[in-house]
């Protein structure tokens, strides 16, 4: 976020626009939270992970009479647009501010979930991909040493992605993901089969959404039905969501936040912008929010190819 940020703001500043940053998000405009923004607001943040603005979750905001207040507060500081930077709690939000306050509001993808529909890729997700890989390399060091079974636990509570794309390039023998209903059966009989007869260690990436239950439910019920399997469960948990951010993110955040001031110059509003087939894309906000991004089934395909 601090790379789409940077962005933003150098942009702006390019285009002779003054520039407010809102601290704590929906929060911020509330308690009228405002700071100037100047190119040396933003220097030496691109490779910082987080955002130096901070974020927070704001019920008033959830209320017509929270809005209000927001709306009174952009008045008041002169600020006439806005770039929002999350996922879909941040667009619901957003759609809603600028239909009630005739306010341009343009959307910058940021999750690590990479779930947003009309974008190939949100800003956070490369950088997540390989924190999960890199963790999972390591795990993978200590399984093949003392001959265990990992169930490593990813986040993505409604989507997959995270799990899916890292399962394949760790290497993982089996991925459960909430959008496939996973029959135990077949992951038994891969245990039963492919592990037990070939396999000196295993890993089984679980996205914390996956519909047959917890990880440690998942876990206890193979270690009951395999005692003389060493079962084991890694919970990866906030460790993804930070660190330094790969170039990919970086590049894609700095474009995102230019194409996001430039959308605001030309009239634009209730629009996230994204990047497809690498060109940068408007999507409205009721599109990026109805409609739900399908997993590639062919990834689905060659972990189940790659696994044997």
């Known amino acids: 976020m601090n790379a789409a940020i940077r962005a933003v703001v150098r942009a702006a500043i390019f285009h002779k626009i003054e520039v407010m940053g809102v601290v704590k998000g929906y929060s911020g405009m509330i308690e009228d939270e405002f700071i100037c923004m100047e190119s040396s607001s933003v220097s030496n943040i691109l490779q910082s992970g987080g955002t130096m603005l901070k974020s927070a979750r704001s019920e008033e905001f959830r209320t017509p009479e929270g809005r209000q207040k927001a709306y009174d507060n952009l008045k008041k500081n002169n600020i006439d647009g806005l770039v929002v930077i999350g996922g879909d709690g941040t667009f619901t939000g957003a759609r809603i501010f600028s239909q009630e306050h005739n306010i341009p509001i343009i959307g910058i993808p940021g999750t690590i979930d990479n779930?947003?529909?009309?974008?190939?890729?949100?800003?956070?997700?490369d950088t997540a991909l390989n924190t999960v890989v890199e963790a999972v390399d390591k795990i993978r060091d200590t399984a093949t040493a003392h001959s265990r079974l990992f169930f490593i636990e990813v986040m993505g509570r409604d989507a997959g992605f995270l799990a899916l794309r890292s399962g394949v390039a760790s290497g993982a023998e089996a991925v459960l993901v909430p959008e496939v209903e996973t029959d135990y059966t077949k992951l038994k009989s891969f245990l039963q089969n492919q592990y037990k007869k070939e396999k000196a260690s295993s890993i089984v990436l679980v996205a914390e959404g996956e519909k047959m239950g917890s990880t440690f439910e998942i876990a206890n019920q193979v270690s009951e039905e395999h005692p003389e399997y060493d079962v084991r469960v890694t919970i990866l948990g906030h460790l993804q969501r930070g660190g330094s951010p790969t170039v990919y993110d970086r590049v894609l955040a700095s474009q995102l936040?230019?194409?996001?001031?430039?959308?605001?110059?030309?009239?634009?509003?209730?629009?996230?912008v994204g990047l497809v087939n690498k060109e940068i894309v408007h999507v409205p906000f009721n599109q990026t929010l109805k409609n739900k991004k399908p997993l590639n089934p062919g990834l689905l395909k060659l972990i189940e190819v790659l696994s044997i």
Do not use: C, H, R
Request: glycine share 12%; aromatic share 8%.
């Open 115 to 125: 779930d947003l529909y009309g974008t190939d890729s949100t800003v956070g997700y």
């Open 257 to 272: 936040g230019v194409a996001a001031v430039e959308a605001l110059l030309d009239d634009q509003k209730s629009i996230m």
